[in-house]
């Protein structure tokens, strides 16, 4: 059994940090860091940015997130291997689905040893339809109705209850009103907007906790953590016990620990080892390309003359192309010899990211060593699998 994000809380004075898995040896990474004065991570998180971005296709939610879980075949061979984890897990359950599908996306998880699913209360009536909650025109994406999504909770919570009980699963209101607002240009006009917003996420907050979240998620793409810090404040005056999560991908040199001070519970750093990867990897093949010209070759290594793989080359996908290259059984001695040297590139660069987050407790402490947010979404935007 892996350890649940309930008892982590209760043994970690309610402080835990997750960060971003999706493959094996990301799994591992974090699972082995530890830092200089004994810190780690008490967990993983699923993200659907960075799940997508492994199969190559858009986090517009053409995947339901039944389908999705059913694609961590890593994870299922992971936790099968290792038996007791000592990490916990927790996955993005982007809008919810279909409702039809919930009760099979509980018991799915549950033997993924999932222990925390987060929803997001955005409003999408058809696959392809989500637009990332950092992405500039977030504030297109409507925010579902409050009643409607708290019935949306009520069948997690219920699920949650007949397949999740022994492991203590925590549904999670994930709430967008900071994202989904228009911004604007006037000074006052903005900070009416952030009250306006500021406003409706407690008053959602309040709504979905009563609905059977077991925890509530606050989400912000600012830069500065007025947002999120100004909702913590609000929301611990009226109620001292509910964990609330927070993901400082954007206000990255906000500390740990004042997002603690402030109420928060549980941080996620949410991509970090994805964009490492895409860093480590894209750096790995401009200096094969470098090296192709002084050998007056003029061209891509060959092997990215493959249709599949020349795609994720274009788009930037390293992630992808790593995926895809060691998934295939078939690959020429250039080919072989680049994924071993990326393998290893990209497992270094993630570790020191680890390092990097756990020594800093900040998010923006290991900027020097990853793409950017806004590169990761620009790659995330362009299917480059049929998956």
């Known amino acids: 059994m892996s350890a649940s994000i309930q008892s982590l809380l209760a043994q970690c004075d309610r402080r835990i940090r997750l960060l971003e898995a999706h493959d094996c040896d990301s799994f591992q990474i974090i699972s082995n ?16 940015l960075t799940q997508t971005t492994y199969l190559g296709i858009p986090d517009t939610e053409l995947l339901s997130p039944l389908k999705r879980a059913s694609l961590l075949s890593w994870l299922h061979d992971y936790t099968r291997d290792k038996g007791r984890l000592p ?11 279909d409702v039809a599908e919930i009760s099979n996306l509980m018991a799915l998880l549950v033997m993924l040893r999932v222990s925390m699913i987060v929803i997001e209360d955005k409003s999408v009536d058809k696959p392809g339809e989500k637009v990332n909650s950092l992405h500039g025109a977030s504030h297109c994406q409507y925010q579902a109705d409050m009643y409607k999504f708290a019935d949306v909770i009520k069948a997690f919570a219920a699920a949650a209850s007949m397949y999740g009980s022994e492991r ?14 228009f911004p604007k240009q006037d000074q006052a006009e903005e900070e009416q907007s952030i009250q306006a917003s500021l406003e409706d996420a407690l008053t959602r907050a309040y709504l979905y906790t009563k609905a059977g979240a077991n925890a509530i998620m606050i ?3 600012s830069s500065k953590s007025n947002e999120v810090l100004a909702f913590l404040t609000r929301y611990r005056s009226r109620d001292a016990t509910t964990p609330v999560v927070v993901v400082p991908t954007t206000y990255s040199y906000v500390t740990e620990e004042t ?32 090296q192709q010209w002084r050998q007056q ?4 290594p060959t092997f990215f003359q493959d249709e599949a793989l020349e795609a994720c080359v274009v788009a930037q996908n390293f992630g992808c192309l790593l995926q895809k290259l060691s998934a295939n059984g078939d690959l020429n001695d250039e080919a072989a010899d680049f ?49």
């Open 87 to 97: 990490l916990c897990i927790a996955f993005d359950c982007d809008s919810g689905g």
């Open 259 to 290: 997002l603690y001070k402030a109420g928060a519970n549980v941080v996620i750093y949410a991509n970090h080892l994805m964009r490492a990867k895409i860093y480590a990897v894209r750096r790995l093949f401009n200096e094969a390309l470098a």
């Open 297 to 300: 070759q003029r061209q891509a």
């Open 33 to 48: 860091a530890v830092g200089s004065d004994g810190q780690r991570f008490q967990g993983v998180w699923i993200s659907g």
């Open 168 to 181: 203590g699963m925590m549904v999670t209101a994930r709430i967008e009103s900071f994202t989904v607002r």
């Open 339 to 387: 994924l071993d040297k990326a393998k290893i590139r990209a497992i270094q660069t993630m570790a020191a990211v680890a390092q990097r987050l756990l020594k800093g407790q900040s998010s923006g402490t290991a900027d020097s060593h990853l793409i950017s947010i806004q590169d990761l979404l620009e790659i995330n935007n362009h299917k480059v699998s049929l998956t």
């Open 219 to 221: 989400h912000s793409k």
